[in-house]
């Protein structure tokens, strides 16, 4: 099922389209059941690497919490520095720290452009941020 506007295009969309689903059964609710987990294990299948050590992990940011979802790392638009995208999946207010394992002198919160609104608290390689209920939060490393 697609809903698609009519305007102006009166016949968007309706062409073949291809979609994966899953059903996901599980006897506690959705937040126990780790639903959100699961639809991104669906939806991004795992990634391997060559030349790593048997059961070996690493991360390149992570979140204390797991409620958190870290969604996209990747270069500012400015080029100077790093973006992190995240969001609050469970409808909670979460207060995490974020490990970072890489090297960054100042944290920011920022807006949806990227432009600095924040200094947040850093203490060694972790970020201490709040989020509330489904919030989208973008964190510039500089």
């Keep these: 099922l697609i809903k698609s506007g009519i305007e102006p ?4 969309d ?10 996901y059964p599980h006897m ?5 059941a780790g639903t959100v987990e699961e639809a991104y294990k669906l939806n991004q299948p795992l990634l391997a690497a060559l030349n ?16 958190i979802i870290i969604e ?9 520095g790093i973006i992190i995208r995240m969001y609050e999946s469970e409808n909670a207010y979460t207060k995490t720290k974020l490990t970072v394992n ?7 919160l920022c807006n949806l452009l990227e432009q600095e609104e924040e200094e947040l608290k850093v203490t ?10 489904y919030e989208v939060v ?3 490393l500089s």
């Excluded at 060694?124 to 989020?131: F, K, S």
């Design 14 to 23: 309706q062409e073949k389209h291809q979609f994966t689903y899953a059903i």
């Design 28 to 32: 506690e609710g959705w937040r126990t």
């Design 52 to 67: 790593t050590k048997k059961n070996q992990k690493y991360s390149l940011v992570s979140a204390a919490h797991s409620n």
């Design 138 to 140: 973008t964190i510039k």
């Design 124 to 133: 060694g390689n972790e970020i201490a941020v709040c989020l509330k209920p």
């Design 102 to 108: 890489t090297v960054f002198k100042k944290a920011s």
């Design 9 to 12: 295009n009166p016949t968007a």
């Design 72 to 80: 996209t790392i990747k270069q500012a638009e400015d080029k100077n």
